[in-house]
């Protein structure tokens, strides 16, 4: 593939800060550490404020870990998010950036309101890949630990690509071994958009006063938060500009568009130098 593509949930870290700051978030949890991008923001935000940061990630790279070692205001659990999360409490805010796919992201959220209700804690939730490719569609790092009846029809070699809710085979946007990805999009509980629009609409059902805001840019940062918090207008101030920002939303699709362009001419350049590996 390519690394031409910006990626990390890092990209938002100013915009997250601001509404951190503006929340008094003291006690945060990241779900999804990989090397660390995000983390190391979190961690300053925590220090400024004598805070703690819980980084929950099963298989972070080396260099997160080596970080963590030298800083002590970071907890590692390196327990999956399902197990580690109930034994929580007293969280001001939550970064979710770990499984993108219906069943981990409804139960994370599942888990987290009712630990914010036990504790009292207006909810606040930062959530990356609500846009394309997953806000519709299933991806897995482990299929194996999603139950079978929660588990779109996937595939390792899957590849997907814009205006297309099918896949094609070892083409387009892919894992590479990576992950997995559903062979279809679309339909109920298939996605993290629609994990998280579910978890809203079921949320105002119970007559829970809440605020969604979306970002479409980077993958899509959706921002869940306690819209009866006292902190809640001021959060509001700093996303209402970004939130489904037409402009950001034109940008973003050419983005995506230019790197599946790029993708598409190393694959065709891959076949012409090795064509029977094609």
Known sequence: MTDL???SMAEFAPQIMACLKAANARSIVEIGAEFGGM???????????????TSIDPAPKAEFLRWVADNPQVRHDDRISLDAMPGLSDVDAWVIDGDHNYYTVSRELEILNELGKRDGKPLLV???DVGWPCARRDMYYAPNRIPPEHRQPHGWDVG??????GSLPDRGFRG???FAIARAAGGPKNGVLTAVEDFVKGLREDSQDVAFAFVPAVFGLGVVFAADAPWS???????????????IATLEDNRLRNYLTVIDWQDRTASQAYPQAA
Do not use: R
């Open 5 to 7: 593509l910006i990626h």
């Open 39 to 53: 983390s190391q923001h979190l961690a300053q935000h925590a220090a400024n404020v004598d805070g703690t940061l």
């Open 126 to 128: 930062f959530l990356h």
């Open 160 to 165: 997907i690509t814009l205006d297309d809710d």
């Open 176 to 178: 590479n071994g990576q």
């Open 233 to 247: 207008p001021e959060l509001a101030a700093i996303l209402a500009p970004l939130h489904d920002n037409p402009l």
